[in-house]
């Protein structure tokens, strides 16, 4: 699998983007498609995560209400729509795909398929 993130910019404090991540190859019904971040000398955290069958998703508690993650079957491709940016949102964004089992969904480690990160800056 091939993952191709795009979307990235820089926008102030309040302003919203889109991140798409277009995969190519095969998208189990079973994968997990996920986005992380990662700034400078962190590790790379967990955003948001939807299950390419059914469409639940699952967030990390800094981005709900303000972070949506969707997908579009037909487009093999998953979207972050993010609002409400914050200058603690300015990181590197990276998707990924796997099949992670419940407990590590959130682990950078369980999924073998990664995108190129595209950044993200808000500033204030």
């Known amino acids: 699998v091939q993952l191709q993130a795009s979307g990235g910019g820089s926008v102030l404090t309040g302003g919203s983007l889109r991140l798409s991540c277009a995969a190519s190859?095969?998208?189990?019904?079973?994968?997990?498609m996920t986005w992380f971040r990662q700034t400078p000398g962190k590790e790379r955290e967990f955003v948001a995560a939807?299950?390419?069958?059914?469409?639940?998703?699952s967030y990390a508690d800094s981005v709900k209400g303000r972070f949506t993650i969707s997908k579009d079957s037909n487009k093999i491709t998953v979207y972050l729509q993010m609002i409400s940016l914050k200058p603690e949102d300015t990181a590197d964004y990276y998707c990924?795909?796997?099949?992670?089992?419940?407990?590590?969904?959130?682990?950078?480690?369980?999924?073998?398929?990664w995108g190129q990160g595209t950044q993200v800056t808000v500033s204030s």
């Open positions: 190859g095969p998208i189990y019904s079973y994968y997990i």
């Open positions: 990924a795909v796997g099949r992670p089992i419940s407990t590590m969904m959130r682990m950078p480690s369980a999924y073998p398929f």
């Open positions: 939807i299950r390419w069958s059914g469409g639940t998703t």
